[in-house]
T-cell receptor, first 114, second 120 residues
Framework: AQSVAQPEDQVNVAEGNPLTVKCTYS??????LFWYVQYPNRGLQFLLK??????LVKGSYGFEAEFNKSQTSFHLKKPSALVSDSALYFC????????????FGAGTRLFVKA | GAVVSQHPSRVICKSGTSVKIECRSL??????MFWYRQFPKQSLMLMAT?????????EQGVEKDKFLINHASLTLSTLTVTSAHPEDSSFYIC????????????????FGPGTRLTVL
């Protein structure tokens, strides 16, 4: 079955430290992978996507994600976290399951402490 | 920056009635619009993608007759929940992109603030 897993409900990091939000997937074929962020007062935003090409994808606000085919992962990273990065992060994969469908992970809440 | 509005921000309706939600791009022409649904326990679902002037493309498992999407102009898309039932209660979010194409999100995708639908 096609699926996306975000194994951590919550991630806590100190401001200035690197952050990683994990995502693994299980789909047949070549996946399209995405990260979205939902801020408390600014709504949902699109961060980045992997379609093909370079495995390291750079997105908005200094975020990047690395597509790792062998580990079926697409972890979101940022070298230096900001308090303003505190939000809910969603990983998603687009797959063909008898029809196209974008499958979202359950979300990971990131807390960045000053 | 590009602004997308949704109206209403929240709506409460009785079971069996139909509800229309509007999504407008205020300062740009939206070639493609997306409709998402966020369930009470926060998980998201992409419902459909619409290109101006053509029929919406629904994701697998989304009932086309239940969730009617119209993208009649380059600045307006509407989602109508027909014969709403309590299980349709959700947070509905639209987004708009200046770039045409399919259901793959673009870097210039701007989201509306969402509409909270409660069906009694």
């Amino acid at each position: 079955a096609q699926s996306v897993a975000q194994p951590e409900d919550q991630v806590n990091v100190a401001e200035g430290n690197p952050l990683t939000v994990k995502c693994t997937y299980s789909v047949s074929g070549n996946p399209y992978l995405f990260w979205y962020v939902q801020y408390p007062n600014r709504g949902l935003q699109f961060l980045l996507k992997y379609i093909t090409g370079d495995n390291l994808v750079k997105g908005s606000y200094g975020f990047e994600a690395e597509f790792n085919k062998s580990q079926t992962s697409f972890h979101l990273k940022k070298p230096s976290a900001l308090v303003s990065d505190s939000a809910l992060y969603f990983c998603a994969v687009r797959a063909y399951t008898g029809g196209f469908k974008t499958i979202f992970g359950a979300g990971t809440r990131l807390f960045v402490k000053a | 920056g590009a602004v997308v509005s949704q109206h209403p921000s929240r709506v409460i309706c009785k079971s069996g009635t139909s509800v229309k939600i509007e999504c407008r791009s205020l300062d740009f022409q939206a070639t493609t619009m997306f409709w998402y649904r966020q369930f009470p326990k926060q998980s998201l679902m992409l419902m459909a993608t619409s290109n101006e002037g053509s029929k919406a493309t629904y994701e697998q498992g989304v009932e086309k007759d239940k969730f009617l999407i119209n993208h009649a102009s380059l600045t307006l898309s509407t989602l109508t929940v027909t014969s709403a039932h309590p299980e349709d209660s959700s947070f509905y979010i639209c987004s708009a992109s200046m770039i045409g194409g399919g259901a793959v999100p673009t870097d210039t995708q701007y989201f509306g603030p969402g509409t909270r639908l409660t069906v009694l």
